[in-house]
């Protein structure tokens, strides 16, 4: 039980074990874990302060709206799929088919709309159904046949672009011109919604995390002192604000066509981010994934079901890079056969190793692949904008996964030796 408590204060947990007294005891607490080896996201959002900067300075047009808006509807894909990976990555384990899974089941969803003429609702609940269906068969074989996660999903992984292959026919495409789905990535609420959505979201977060601190205070449970709680607070108000003031301006190059709003792809992310970080980080399944992925013997003495989580955690992956393949085909406004294949799943999971989720396990949150997911999208952006050969941002986004994992690797190290 003891590997299991340690890893739940990793997961982020550790607010419910410790308690300082005052907000200089919280920075110093933090500035040991940081000393620790515990960084967190620290790095990586460094490193997007850092790419912001450097862009900012040498094209003019980074900064824009316009590019800002484009910015977040590339990214849209990698960081759902790269949500969908940190529950794995979590367990130790790795998936790689959660790319191409997402292609199968976004040519399903295709399908049923123009060859089906079913409605949007029923396709996309078509295409979850075949990625939960194809996370459950991998799950399976992985808890139950003792197959290594890496053979198994390889397997998949090559598969099911021969399922894409023989839905769509060699060289062919489906067409995604359903306006509810092609909306996703390529259309935007109305000024008023996004500043109304903008509020609601900080109203609620406040309200939330304040009954919890009071809720804490009043069962006598340790707790962060009110200013930390404030200053988190505070701290996404401001960016929301800032967000939602950026992408509301007009951001048309042509004055008789104004474009405005936020793109209705960011909304999405930002309910998949709450649900997963409310999955992960407050329930009883949640706490079960870090404790197998911390020890998994451990966690079976415990008397945890390991083999139902590492079931369900592959199901869930394959139904949320379901999700990331509906908006990888809003965007692109179509489904191929090389949907999801390519470099797609290697980006997903370097956005979740550099936004600060372990390889080694047990250790990462859903706000990991937010992080990480603009991260890869700002570099690709970035090096577009200064007009750089396609090489060069395969060697930059390269460099920066080693980097995060070097990172991963040395924090693990000094964890260890401070007993953290």
Known sequence: MTDIITES?????????????????????????????????????LGLVVLFIVFGFANERFLSNLNMANLVTQAGSIIILAMALVPVLLLGEIDLSAGVAGGVSACVMGLAIVKHDQPWYLAVAAALVVGAFIGLLIGVLVAKLGIPSFVVTLAFFLGLQGVTLKLIGEGGSVRVNDPVISGIANSNMSITWGWITAIVIVVVYAALTLLRHRSK??????HQPLPVVVAQIVAIAVVLVVVTYILNQNRSVNPNFP???????????????????????????????????????????????????????????????????????????????????????????????????????????????VIGGLVIATIANGLGLLAQASYINFLVTGAVLLLAASVDAISRRRRSATGL
Not at 9 to 15: D, I, K
Not at 217 to 222: C, D, F, S, T
Not at 294 to 312: P, Q, Y
């Open 9 to 45: 204060e990793q997961a982020g947990f550790a607010s419910d074990l410790t308690q300082s007294s005052s907000l200089g005891d919280s920075v110093r607490a933090y500035g040991s874990r940081v000393r620790g080896g515990d960084m967190g996201a620290l790095p990586s959002i």
């Open 217 to 222: 205070v009043a069962r006598g449970l340790q």
């Open 259 to 369: 474009i405005s709003g936020i793109p209705y792809v960011l909304p999405v992310v930002i309910v998949l981010l709450i649900a997963w970080s409310f999955a992960l980080g407050r329930t009883t399944w949640g706490r079960h994934v870090y404790a197998v992925g911390g020890n998994s013997e451990a966690a079976r003495r415990a008397g945890i079901n390991v083999d139902r989580v590492r079931i369900t955690v592959f199901m869930m992956c394959s139904a949320m890079a379901a999700l990331s393949g509906i908006v990888a085909a809003s965007y692109g406004g179509k489904v191929s056969t090389s949907s999801g294949s390519g470099n797609v799943l290697l980006y997903a999971v370097g956005a979740a190793v550099i936004g600060g989720t372990s390889l080694f396990g047990g250790k990462g949150k859903a706000s990991d692949a």
